[in-house]
């Protein structure tokens, strides 16, 4: 069996998923590969199936980055499929699933060129600290924290919101303190279940990524990675992974600050169950196409 592992080259920052999930394919008789998707050598047309995994620079190409997707879909199965990558491009849909009644991190929306004053928004939205990102971004590419207390801050915000607004949609969110204390939960699911959480420490534009060993899920995380992902039945019955990130918000209620369904890295070194499991998905997938 074969298979191609969409990645980019070269990598914004390592990929510690990669020559583990390497190796645990090669070991159920899978034959996988590393391949840009942007490769210009690469035959997109032979009937191979593909798993995306870092294809962490298609923020700066989306749209020829969803063309791809089309492409490698049309001449072998692709996962995440690609419903799944057009509906979690855009992170519009945070928006789209707290006004269907998830519990959602606050979020603000602004299409490309709106005309918005971050202090004006934070006013009438009763905010203090903010987050401003590109609504298309990977890696906390873009992304500012902005502490309205600190002097100088406000207007630095103000300058970053108006620069992406020039060029992209933006998203700007209340920040949630508890990323500092609890932390942020990435909660990792693979084929039809939870497997593993880590916690991520706040992460913004030019910042490694720090994440702990595995932890526990609890009780009501689960419920709120579950029932969204319950809440998109045309497309969790098509997923092979996901990641769901979350924080307590100030009742300490977990909120979702993501649903990563393209790319996300899935911490796989931290809980090697979770490597078998991917790997095995895979091998029966392929084995079943």
Request: proline fraction near 7%; charged fraction near 25%; glycine fraction near 6%.
């Amino acid at each position: 069996m074969e298979l191609r592992i969409a990645t980019c080259r070269p990598l914004p920052e390592p990929d510690p998923d990669e020559g583990p999930l390497l190796a645990a394919l090669a070991e159920r008789g899978v034959r996988a590969r590393m391949v840009a998707w942007g490769a210009a050598g690469e035959d997109w047309e032979a009937p191979v199936a593909t798993v995306i995994r870092s294809t962490w620079d298609y923020l700066h190409r989306a749209e020829e980055f969803l063309a791809w997707v089309e492409r490698a879909a049309r001449a072998a199965p692709l996962w995440n499929p690609p419903a799944v990558v057009r509906w979690n491009l855009h992170k519009r849909y945070l928006v789209e699933l707290a006004q269907r009644g998830f519990a959602v991190v606050a979020t603000e929306c602004l299409e490309r060129g709106a005309r918005v004053g971050l202090a004006e928004l934070l006013r009438a939205r009763g905010w203090g600290d903010a987050v401003v990102k590109p609504a298309i971004s990977a890696a906390s590419f873009g992304t500012l924290r902005v502490r309205t207390e600190v002097p100088g801050e406000l207007a630095r915000g103000e300058a970053h919101l108006a620069r992406l607004l020039a060029e992209r949609d933006v998203l700007v969110q209340r920040y949630a303190p508890a990323v500092e204390t609890s932390g942020e939960r990435a909660l990792v699911w693979i084929d039809g279940a939870l497997s593993h959480a880590v916690r991520k420490s706040p992460r913004f534009a030019g910042q490694d990524e720090s994440v702990s060993e595995a932890v526990p899920i609890a009780p009501d995380e689960a419920a709120l990675a579950e029932g969204v992902l319950a809440g998109l039945p045309a497309l969790a019955a098509k997923l092979l992974y996901a990641r769901i990130d979350v924080v307590r918000g100030a009742e300490g209620a977990p909120e979702l600050m993501e649903l990563e369904l393209i790319e996300p890295s899935l911490f796989l070194v931290q809980r090697p169950p979770a490597l078998a499991r991917l790997a095995e998905a895979l091998a029966r997938r392929l084995g079943d196409a």
